[in-house]
């Protein structure tokens, strides 16, 4: 069923299986899709008269559904990019928050403008890349991030945010902390070089370009080898159902990590700081078994133990049953909990 009001188009009873990359089967009971400003506003205000549970959809590459959204989902389609300033040594672009992230990268990397190349392929929407800081192979987003705009869910005034005010850590920022539920973000500026700055810092980058028989690689280079990487090791959503990574890796303190070591010589390790280390949860979890096992149609990609797949039917419970299974694996074995990266609704 569809109802209009004041030309907003609302679905009833809106299937979300097309708007999870797990391709999970789940309803929620009403559903927007947000093409403006305007269309952000009225929904909130229809919202406001209507309270009820929220729930903000970009492209659904980080999400869980174990059940219906017994409320409304705003699907999150603000496009267009366009070049705010330009200097002889940087560009300052914006993107609309429902802009496809890889398709942001590859119009950067086209354009000659350096920085995004290592977050090739990272699936998901632009308006949804700050809310938890994305990274990959050496580069974080806050490294290329100069504000945002985001939209007051209570007073529908539109807010400006700069790279302090996110606050952003290891998969954080403040939009997950003080101001979760707070704000929607609109639209997304960057700030990129227009000189090369080649990261090929993760080993598996140098190693790809050296077969690529590349020595000195462009900023395009690298983002055909994250690619090749990429779809290398982690299955096609389209394929086979999955979110990418399905936990966090985790920051333990440098003594226990030390302690870690003593029993398990061979675990890696990444510094973030003099008193903190980075365990990849991925060696954690193929290290209790669980890589490429598989319980039903749910399972553990037989590549890359960091992501749990659905080969078909399972539902988003099964999903979350193998994640705690594994999470109370490794606190066992470890004495270390490993936290879901994905959202689970």
């Not at 919202?47 to 970009?58: M, R, S, T």
């Not at 008193?275 to 037989?302: F, M, S, T």
């Amino acid at each position: 069923m569809c109802r209009k009001f004041t030309g907003m188009r609302i679905e009833e009873n809106y299937s979300l299986r097309s708007l999870n990359t797990f391709g999970i089967e789940a309803n929620c009971r009403y559903f927007i899709e947000i093409n403006s400003l305007e269309d952000l506003k009225q929904a909130l205000t229809w919202h406001a008269e209507h309270p009820q549970a929220l729930l903000i959809v970009g492209g659904g590459s980080n999400l869980l559904f174990t059940k219906n959204h017994e409320g409304l989902c705003l699907k999150m389609n603000i496009q267009g990019i366009e070049q705010i300033e330009e200097t002889e040594e940087y560009v300052h672009i914006r993107a609309g928050a429902g802009v496809i992230w890889h398709e942001l990268v590859q119009y950067c990397v086209q354009k000659g403008y350096h920085g995004m190349e290592n977050l090739s392929l990272i699936p998901g929407t632009v308006g949804a890349a700050p809310m938890q800081n994305i990274g990959a192979y050496g580069v974080e987003l806050k490294e290329v991030f100069h504000s945002l705009k985001a939209i007051n869910r209570q007073s529908l005034e539109l807010h400006d945010f700069s790279k302090e005010d996110c606050d952003f850590g290891y998969r954080h920022s403040i939009f997950k902390t003080t101001h979760k539920d707070q704000y929607i973000i609109y639209s997304v500026d960057f700030l990129l070089s227009k000189k090369a700055r080649i990261n090929t810092s993760y080993g598996a980058i140098q190693d790809t370009l050296k077969a690529m028989g590349i020595t000195e690689p462009s900023s395009a280079d690298v983002s055909r080898a994250v690619i090749q990487i990429r779809q290398s090791k982690l299955p096609d959503p389209k394929i086979t159902g999955n979110a990418g990574s399905f936990f966090k890796n985790p920051t333990i303190k440098l003594s226990e990590f030390e302690r870690l070591q003593k029993q398990f010589p061979t675990v890696p390790s990444y510094p973030v700081s003099a008193e903190e280390i980075k365990v990849p949860a991925g060696w954690l979890i193929e290290q209790c078994g669980w890589k490429g096992k598989r319980i039903g149609d749910a399972g553990v990609h037989p590549l890359q133990a960091l992501v749990l797949v659905n080969y078909g039917k399972a539902s988003g419970q099964d999903i979350w049953n193998l994640a705690m299974s594994i999470q109370k694996s490794v606190q066992e074995k470890f004495g270390i909990r490993i936290q879901p990266e994905v959202n689970i609704v």
